[in-house]
Structure formats: C-alpha cells, structure tokens
C-alpha cells in the first residue's frame, strides 16, 4: 500500500540513500517525494548518522494524502511516516508531518473537511512544537502516548488497540 522498498540500485544523484528505506510520498498523480530512512541496525544518533534524509527542496508535504479522503470524523496527524502507517494499519486516517518545517498554510484546508484533528506527535521538543502548531492551525486535540513511546513503539507493544484506545477516551 505505501509502496516502500530499500535503495537498492541507486538513480543518479541518489548514491547516498543506498541500503536505505526508500518511502514514497504518494498521490493521486504519482509519489510526489521521498524520505529515506536508515535501517541499519545502530543506533544513529549514537553514531551520528542521519535516520532521515531527504532530497534538497522536498520539505512541505503531507504523506499519505489518501487519507484525506476516508469517510471519518476525525483524522489523526502524526510526526512522520513511519507513525502514520502504523496509525494506518489499527485502521485510523492519519496523514504524516515530518516536523513544523513541513507545515504549509494551504494544508488547514486539506484537514478542514475532518470535524477533529488529533496531533499525535512525540513528547520531546520537536514533537511539542509540531502539536502547538496543530493545535493553533487546526484546533487539533493532542494525543499522548506513554512516556518514551512514538505510535510505532505503541502500534509495536500493543497493537490496534493500543492505538485506538488513545483517540477512544
Ligand atoms: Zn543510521
């Protein structure tokens, strides 16, 4: 569904996201950008490799735009891809930011047809920058995960459940 695949045999000016996971922001008139994340198996801060990269100028997208079509009440905005389809696999729209640079003011109006937006963004500063930015933009509800957990920490330990229980209460 979210066509991802790993850097295998790089296009030109692409060489340094071999061995990468390659994640298509897909539309309607095709993937319109991509992130590349490391799947090494370190831990990249720790050895100071960037987890994400991205080709210059592919700042400002929602991933998973397909999202905004489902028949729902409310969709949930998450910090990043990785979230948005673990948010997506519990059965629950969810579109992707990759952080407040990502944030373009034409995206209040993508999210204006869903009556509640929930930011599920992490707990550290980034992720509370992101859920202000929400919550001004589009009056969004925050939700929070257990202390050190993302939705794919949350997805990974308790499944659907896990997930829905935090949008349910
Ligand atoms: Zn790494």
């Not at 050190?148 to 949008?167: E, H, K, P, Q, V």
């Amino acid at each position: 569904m979210f066509r991802l695949g790993v850097v295998d045999s790089p296009a030109q000016g692409h060489e340094a996201y071999r061995g990468r996971l390659a994640i298509p922001y897909l539309t309607p008139a095709g993937p319109v950008a991509l992130n590349f994340r490391c799947i090494r198996q370190h831990d990249c801060k720790a050895v100071n490799c960037r987890k994400y990269l991205k080709p210059e100028g592919e700042e400002g997208h929602l991933y998973n735009v397909a999202a905004l079509k489902a028949d729902s009440d409310f969709l949930v905005v998450t910090e990043g891809e990785i979230d948005t389809i673990s948010w997506t696999m519990a059965g629950v729209p969810a579109v992707g930011l990759s952080g407040v640079k990502a944030w373009k003011p034409h995206f209040r109006l993508a999210l204006d047809d869903f009556p509640i937006i929930y930011s599920a963004a992490d707990a550290d500063d980034a992720g509370k920058g992101l859920t202000s930015l929400l919550v001004r933009e589009v009056g969004a509800r925050p939700i929070r995960y257990e202390r050190g957990m993302d939705g794919n920490d949350t997805w990974l330990s308790g499944g659907a459940g896990a997930l829905r229980g935090l949008i349910s209460g």
